[in-house]
């Protein structure tokens, strides 16, 4: 079974835009997870931000967390083509780690 | 530092057939994740080891899937016999935490697909 929900499943955007995706989980957690796939490829670790944590950046992504919501949204400011991938997120509880059903991203140029 | 890495890449067999795939993990890594991910579909957890003890295998269809991790280190995962519904990528992955509730990242390999026909 998947723990987090994506939303949206797909998002086609222009190149310079922000994204945003979200993430629902049903039980309590250590930490949530964003990573992301191209595809073909295995999974690439964006950030991680735990469960007493708020908000945290990294470059152009920002993360927020609401655990009395068990929601996360993950944003991509200044969208470029390379940014075309598959989003999951992930949350961890008692050290495993379960993946959502991820938002697929195109930024067009 | 090298990566997680598996093998083969591809895989192509017939159902009913036995078929391996091999996961190397990152050196010192004590926790180890086999992933099954169909075409669309987010990953799904098998297994997961920590050191070569099973931690959760509760998504694994223990009829035809078997996995092992050999000296807390590298991890076979064998299926046998095939269906077709396994067609799927088969993703392998580390991560350094030792004890639960830890908080650290996963890495991927680079996955094996395979294709049961």
């Known amino acids: 079974s998947q723990q987090g929900e994506e939303d949206p499943q797909a998002l086609s955007i222009q190149e310079g835009e922000n994204a945003t995706m979200n993430c629902s989980y049903k039980?309590?957690?250590?930490?949530l997870q964003w990573y992301r796939q191209n595809s073909g490829r295995g999974l690439v670790h964006l950030i991680l931000?735990?469960?007493?944590?708020r908000e945290k950046h990294s470059g152009r992504l920002r993360v927020t967390l609401d655990t009395s919501k068990k929601s996360s949204s993950l944003l991509i400011t200044a969208s470029r083509a390379a940014d075309t991938a598959s989003y999951f997120c992930?949350?961890?509880?008692?050290?495993?780690?379960?993946f959502g059903g991820g938002t697929r991203l195109m930024v067009k140029p | 530092e090298a990566g997680v890495a598996q093998s083969p890449r591809y895989k192509i067999i017939e159902k009913r057939q036995s078929v391996a795939f091999w996961c190397n993990p990152i050196?010192?890594?004590?926790?180890l994740y086999w992933y099954q991910q169909i075409l669309g579909q987010g990953p799904k957890l098998l297994i997961q080891?920590?050191?070569?003890?099973?931690?959760?295998d509760s998504q694994l269809p223990k009829d035809r899937f078997s996995a092992e991790r050999l000296k807390g280190v590298d991890s076979t995962l064998k299926i046998q016999p095939a269906k077709l519904e396994d067609s799927a990528v088969y993703l392998c992955?580390?991560?350094?935490?030792?004890?639960?509730?830890?908080?650290?990242?996963?890495?991927f390999g680079q996955g094996t697909r395979l294709t049961v026909v």
């Open positions: 992930a949350t961890n509880a008692g050290n495993m780690l379960t």
């Open positions: 992955a580390s991560s350094l935490a030792r004890v639960l509730d830890s908080y650290t990242e996963a890495f």
């Open positions: 931000i735990r469960s007493n944590e």
């Open positions: 080891f920590q050191n070569n003890g099973v931690v959760d």
């Open positions: 050196s010192g890594h004590a926790t």
């Open positions: 039980t309590s957690i250590n930490n």
